[in-house]
């Protein structure tokens, strides 16, 4: 069994410092791995990146993210990956990265992803071509996850998005703007890729729960809808049997584990 915290859209800015450092450090004995689905600055500023850098520098275990759109706005985005790679993270953008868990190998895949729809509801890329630019930016988050996805040599692979892949985990936010917080392509990805669990958040209004139309159990681990400072699930072989609620009957189940006292 593996032990996955998790958490999106922790939002730091420049006076966050010192709030999100004794969550961290809080994991220690009480998870593997530490995933942060995105958005991890207000508005993607160098010197907010330097305050999440601290935060997590020295963490008891390995820290993975991707980044959000937020920190994608000050147009400094390699510049924040770089901030984070020098406090230790390892930041995936289409890319994967395997950590060894007690001789289990855990795999993680992870894209920021992008709008776009659901079925039924979806944008095409036809017409302008700003309309096209959107949706194949889409798209090739998609591929990109699938082949990080496919890439794997592991027990349990992860998915790991900032945008979502299913409108299940929306429900709660306006529907007019369920296209602008995540698109089908990456469940597509998910469910292609053989991934056992997948994790995003960016919508901050949305819903913990939900599965791709492939069986895929989704959890939105945005800060504000896990209402805790993070999530944590067990995976792999036991967490059908180890955790307190069963959420998903596969042998790639995803189970809701209790959050350390103080978390
Ligand atoms: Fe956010
Ligand atoms: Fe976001």
Same mark, same amino acid.
């Given at each position: 069994?593996?032990?996955?915290?998790?958490?999106?859209?922790?939002?730091?800015?420049?006076?966050?410092?010192?709030?999100?450092?004794?969550?961290?450090?809080?994991?220690?004995?009480? &998870?593997? $791995?530490?995933? !942060?689905? #995105?958005?991890? *600055?207000?508005?993607?500023?160098?010197? =907010?990146?330097?305050? /999440? %850098?601290?935060?997590?520098?020295?963490?008891?275990?390995?820290?993975?993210?991707?980044?959000?759109?937020?920190?994608?706005?000050?147009?400094?985005?390699?510049?924040?990956?770089?901030?984070?790679?020098? &406090?230790? $993270?390892?930041? !995936?953008? #289409?890319?994967? *990265?395997?950590?060894?868990?007690?001789? =289990?190998?855990?795999? /993680? %895949?992870?894209?920021?992803?992008?709008?776009?729809?659901?079925?039924?509801?979806?944008?095409?890329?036809?017409?302008?071509?700003?309309?096209?630019?959107?949706?194949?930016?889409?798209?090739?988050?998609? &591929?990109?996850?699938?082949?990080?996805?496919?890439?794997?040599?592991?027990?349990?692979?992860?998915?790991?998005?900032?945008?979502?892949?299913?409108?299940?985990?929306?429900?709660?936010?306006?529907?007019?703007?369920?296209?602008?917080?995540?698109?089908?392509?990456?469940?597509?990805?998910?469910?292609?890729?053989?991934?056992?669990?997948?994790?995003?958040?960016?919508?901050?209004?949305?819903?913990?729960?939900?599965?791709?139309?492939?069986?895929?159990?989704?959890?939105?681990?945005?800060?504000?809808?896990?209402?805790?400072?993070?999530?944590?699930?067990?995976?792999?072989?036991?967490?059908?049997?180890?955790?307190?609620?069963?959420?998903?009957?596969?042998?790639?189940?995803?189970?809701?584990?209790?959050?350390?006292?103080?978390?």
């Amino acid at each position: 069994m593996m032990r996955i915290a998790a958490v999106g859209d922790i939002h730091l800015g420049a006076d966050s410092g010192g709030t999100f450092g004794p969550v961290v450090r809080g994991l220690a004995g009480h &998870a593997d $791995v530490l995933l !942060l689905a #995105g958005d991890l *600055t207000q508005h993607g500023l160098p010197a =907010e990146a330097e305050v /999440v %850098a601290a935060e997590v520098a020295g963490a008891p275990l390995p820290v993975i993210a991707v980044l959000g759109n937020h920190d994608y706005h000050g147009d400094a985005e390699r510049e924040i990956a770089g901030i984070l790679t020098g &406090a230790g $993270v390892t930041v !995936l953008e #289409g890319t994967s *990265t395997v950590v060894d868990v007690d001789g =289990e190998r855990l795999g /993680v %895949a992870g894209v920021k992803g992008f709008g776009g729809g659901f079925a039924g509801a979806s944008g095409s890329d036809f017409g302008e071509p700003l309309m096209k630019a959107f949706v194949r930016h889409t798209k090739e988050a998609a &591929a990109k996850l699938q082949y990080a996805l496919d890439a794997l040599d592991c027990d349990f692979r992860i998915a790991l998005t900032h945008y979502a892949p299913i409108p299940d985990t929306l429900i709660g936010e306006r529907a007019e703007i369920y296209p602008f917080l995540g698109s089908y392509h990456l469940a597509e990805a998910m469910d292609a890729g053989g991934a056992g669990l997948a994790l995003h958040g960016h919508a901050h209004a949305g819903s913990e729960r939900g599965s791709t139309a492939g069986g895929v159990p989704v959890r939105n681990v945005a800060r504000p809808v896990i209402g805790r400072p993070c999530a944590i699930y067990a995976v792999g072989v036991g967490a059908a049997v180890e955790g307190a609620r069963m959420v998903a009957p596969s042998p790639t189940s995803a189970v809701d584990l209790a959050a350390p006292t103080g978390l």
